[in-house]
């Protein structure tokens, strides 16, 4: 695990409010969350399971993350409410290929926890984080039918980069548009601090 994530980690376990006035805790996934994160993969109703890229409900798949957590590549943050894993944000790197300095976000929130902010808390953490730990910008990949999250990462900034027409295929091998959308992490200062 890089120096700086590391360092960027100690401000977590962190409490945020939803907009209901529930608290929520933000931390990074741990080897003993296997059965709860496990949950949150099986509260996800079929339809919108399919979208997901691995075979989130069997539990081989979660134990593997679990069991080989290296926040260097992925770095899942959990919102957990009342204790049980309610939502996740999850921070992918390439480390190393000229994908390096983008990172890549996905996010999940169970059911009955949705509408309250939790998405936007968890987003909200894994961009800064991004960018403190030096990565350039951040994408987010979803299948054309995934309109609440396209909106919602609108709002967080995002803007499309791409749309590819029937380009993905899911489980059931039916064919769906492809949309990458992207953030730029690099400030405007940022950019005017170069050649001074
Ligand atoms: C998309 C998803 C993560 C949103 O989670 P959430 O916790 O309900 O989102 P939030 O409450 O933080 O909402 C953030 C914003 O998105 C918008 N939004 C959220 N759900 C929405 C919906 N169903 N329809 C329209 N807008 C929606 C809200 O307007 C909100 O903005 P506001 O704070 O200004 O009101 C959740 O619905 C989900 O897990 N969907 C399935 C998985 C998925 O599509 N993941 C994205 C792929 S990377």
Redesign the pocket.
Known sequence: MSFSIELELQRFPKVVQL?DGTKATLRPLRRDDEKDFHGLFLS?PEP?RM?IKHRVAEIETIRDWCRNIDYGRNLPLVGLVGGKIA?DATLHQQLGGWKRHVGR?????HPE?????????LISEIVEIARQIGLEKVE???IGE????I??FA?LGFSQLLRLGNYVKDMQANSHDYILMGLDLKTDEEYAGVGG
């Open positions: 907009k996800i919108e979208f939502g976000v996905s996010v999940l929130v926890f949705r509408e309250r902010g939790l998405a936007r808390a987010a990949e979803f995934q309109a609440a999250a909106k919602m709002l």
